[in-house]
Each structure stands twice: as structure tokens, then as C-alpha cells.
């Protein structure tokens, strides 16, 4: 009765060990393991088991509330060196990445279409082909489909060939492996754009170390997976040009703030968020389109 008015719920003896706890051991000094009720709620085996697995704990919803309702906030905190209270960027970042991942993989299926009625699977959305010309490169053989470019009277290119070969196999064998792949080569593109990014920022703040212009634009593409899955998860209910051109706005907005609260010198900068904005605009659009081109002939 003593032990159990000493330790609560928690036993007296380490399970793993058998080491006597006194009071003040929240862990075992002999093996290290921790000293809990074994009884515990499911949030708490939830929240071991995120612990365990992409080494968060309950610092993730303290960081999602300062990066979603404050913008720029976990920035400046890494900074000052108010570290210990937030999840570390890169992990923070591959827990949201990996969130938004799973939905795009998700809302893409979701979203692919029956077999058409030439019996064939549709070509992905950005890709324009009528449907004469998809039944003329389905259910054939290398060797046959070798044929039916050749014989087209349009001189084509190597690269042509590559290409109609790899749209064939997404017409036979339908989106799946095409979107691994794209999945695959978006986040390694990822791993470039932030970097990068990041020394945009840099340039226009020169007075600052680029680790926290890096951090920054780390926290940045944070807001903007999150903003994403958002945005894919509503085009299951509602989807239209509106929609898209609400978050590229709130995007801007988002930036905007951020640059003022992570460093103060930029304060007045509008203008300068707004090139910011148009540069790296650009930059992305220039690799999602190698991406997208890699991701066909390599898939």
C-alpha cells in the first residue's frame, strides 16, 4: 500500500528490470526505461508511437499553431534560439511532406477515371489526347506500336518515340506507377527548391547567415505542403480556377508576413515580396515541367 500511495499508478518495480523505483525515477537508472501507468489513453499510445517512428511528440501542435496562425513566428523563435519548444525544420518538414504525399497519392486515385469505352485508361490531366489517337497506341505490343508511329507521316524525334512508348503504358496499365514516380522525383526536386529558395531570401536580406534565411524558406514550404493538402482534400468536394486563385493569394499573403516577422529589416519590403514571389514562381514552374517530362520517360 505504501509503494502504491508513493508511485500512483505507476509499479513499484521496473517491468523490464526489476529495479526497486523510489519516488523521484520517471526512468529506470538501470535499463532507462520509462516509469508509466501502463493503463494509458489511446492519445498517448498515438502519440509514442509518432514519437518512435518520425520522432515527433507533443511539440508538433504547438509548431503547426505558431507556422499555420503565425507566420514567420517559428522562424524568428529558431533564430533567437527558442529551440527547445518546436520541432527542428527538417523534421517538421518530412512529417508535412509526408502528410501531403499521402494525400495527393490518395485524391489522385480518388480522382482517376473508369477505363474509357475503348477500354483503355485515362492519360493524366495535363496531357491533351483525343480519344482515336489513345486507341491507336492501346493493348499493343512494342513491336506494334513501333509500327503505328512509324507509320505516321510526321517525322518525329527520338524523344518522340520515348514518349509515345511511355504514354501507351499509362493507357494500358493506368496511373499508378507514372504516379510513384512523379511522387519520387517531386520531393528529391524539393530538396533543391528549398536551398534555393532560401538564398533568394538571403539576397534580399544580406545582413543576415543564410542557415536562417535556409530555416526560413524550410518553414515556408512547410506552410505551402500543408496549404496543398488543404487544397487537393477540397477539390473532392469543390474545385474550380476561384479556389486556385484563393490560395495562390493567401500564399503571397503568407510570405508577406513572414518575411516581416522573421526579419524585421524587410518590414517595408512589399515590393520586394512581390518579385520574390514572381522569381521563384518561375523557378517552379521550370522544374515541375523537367520533373513532369522526367517522370514520363523514367516511370
Known sequence: MQDENIHGHKPADCLNCGYHFTAENNFCPVCGQENHDLRVPFKHLLMETLEGTLHLDSKIFTSLKLLVLSPGKLSSEFIQGKRVTNVPPIRLY???SFVFFLVFNFVN???????????HHPLPSFIKMDSTSMAHLSNKSETELDSVINAD?????KFDHILLHQLARIINEGMEAYTH??????????????????FYV??????SFYIDNLVFSIHIHCFLFLMMTVYFLTTLIYS????????????????HRSLHTAFPALKKSVSRTFVLAVIYFFTVAIVLLSVIVLSLIFF
Open 109 to 119: 486515385h480518388f480522382n482517376q477515371g473508369p477505363e474509357t469505352e475503348h477500354g
Open 94 to 96: 518530412v512529417f508535412i
Open 202 to 207: 538571403y539576397l534580399l536580406n544580406r545582413k
Open 181 to 198: 514516380t512523379l511522387i519520387k522525383y517531386v520531393s528529391y526536386a524539393m530538396f533543391f527548391l528549398m536551398p534555393l529558395f532560401g
Open 153 to 157: 507521316s510526321t517525322s518525329r524525334s
Open 240 to 255: 474550380s480556377d476561384l479556389l486556385l486563385f484563393i490560395f495562390n493569394i493567401s500564399g503571397i499573403f503568407y510570405l
